[in-house]
């Protein structure tokens, strides 16, 4: 097939920015957070549970983010989605839809994720009390080294001093293949302020009230 010099120009163009892309995507470091630890560790943590060792599950994350094709943009500019396969066993969904069947097994009361946090008010329903169903997906929200310093400095945590790219600072099994909508009470933590655990990001209005209709049809299984 005979292509113009213009036709030609733009594949070439194309092909070298596809190619660019290829390659900065497999020069990403992806660095598990010390925030992500309570997941691997804490016995009593009330979300996704994963277990496996910690560097063998980041080894594993590198490994298929060189096959990956996007950076998903998250709520803020320093954070990031990337949304793989389930492939860890035991990794079940952390929420399910509300029906008459489980109102009765919500619980409610005011939680912190860790000791410098805030508690605020969290509705779920106790894991014990449900069957969740395996996960189809894995969202791995990412963070940027530059926001997770500057947290760190808010908080008065320990500096780290490696280099990476992006900072993995929690894992959700889910099966949906995009984000879903970060609790109300999450956005109000993040409005707070870096010294209060949250992310400093200001309320956006339209996007709390997208999170408020999902969550009052689904329940956090916990």
């Known amino acids: ?21 290829n390659s900065e995507m497999k020069k990403v470091k992806i660095r598990l957070d010390e925030f992500c630890f309570r997941q691997f560790d804490d016995p009593f943590y009330v979300g996704t549970k994963i277990n ?17 094709t996007k950076l998903v943009e998250g709520y803020a500019p320093f954070c990031k989605h990337i949304f793989l396969p389930n492939f860890l066993k035991g990794i079940t969904v952390n929420s399910v839809p509300i029906t ?8 409610t009361g005011y939680l912190a994720r860790n000791e410098k946090e805030l508690p605020v008010l969290t509705r779920w329903i106790p894991k014990e009390s449900i069957q969740a169903s395996e996960a189809d997906f894995l969202d791995l929200i990412l963070y940027s080294r530059e926001q997770i ?27 949906e293949d995009y984000e ?17 655990g949250g992310s400093g990001v200001p309320l956006d209005r339209d996007k ?11 329940v956090a299984i916990m």
């Open 1 to 21: 097939q005979n292509l113009s010099p213009r036709t030609c120009h733009i594949r070439f163009a194309f092909l070298m920015q596809s190619s660019k892309q």
């Open 52 to 68: 496996t060792e910690k560097n063998i599950f980041i080894s594993q994350v590198n490994e298929r983010i060189t096959q990956n």
């Open 100 to 107: 008459n069947e489980n109102t009765h097994l919500i619980r």
């Open 149 to 175: 310093t500057e947290e760190a400095k808010q908080m008065h945590n320990e500096m780290i001093g490696e280099e990476y790219d992006w900072g993995l600072i929690s894992v959700k099994g889910q099966n």
């Open 180 to 196: 879903v909508p970060m609790t109300p009470m999450t956005a109000l933590r993040n409005a707070l302020g870096k010294a209060e």
């Open 208 to 218: 709390y009230i997208e999170s408020v209709r999902y969550w009052e049809k689904h």
